[in-house]
């Protein structure tokens, strides 16, 4: 499956965004799908997967300010992002499928400034 993000921008702390991974076929039965990041010099990280059934599951450093979903119907993830402060600023990817059969979207960067 081939995944687009959009949705990155620049926003001042304390503000959101939502980005969209749309997905080219089903998503029904992709398990599981998700979110990582990475900031210039650091390693790619986990932000947020999600299970086919709708279970998310988070990195502590977001915990309580972003919030993963998947609409199935329209072969779409969602990551929506409150609250954001500079240590968020990276580029984000979107995911799909377990570690040995992983395909990944080509990243939408994401600026938090003042």
């Known amino acids: 499956v081939q995944l687009v993000e959009s949705g990155g921008g620049l926003v001042r702390p304390g503000g959101s965004l939502r980005l969209s991974c749309a997905a080219s076929?089903?998503?029904?039965?992709?398990?599981?799908m998700g979110w990582y990041r990475q900031a210039p010099g650091t390693q790619r990280t986990l932000v947020a997967t999600?299970?086919?059934?709708?279970?998310?599951n988070y990195a502590d450093s977001v915990k309580g300010r972003f919030t993963s979903s998947r609409d199935n119907a329209k072969n779409t993830v969602y990551l929506q992002m409150n609250s954001l402060k500079p240590e968020d600023t990276a580029v984000y990817y979107c995911?799909?499928?377990?570690?040995?059969?992983?395909?990944w979207g080509q990243g939408t960067q994401v600026t938090v400034s003042s």
């Open positions: 995911y799909a499928g377990p570690g040995w059969d992983r395909s």
């Open positions: 076929g089903s998503i029904a039965s992709i398990n599981p």
């Open positions: 999600i299970t086919s059934g709708g279970t998310a």
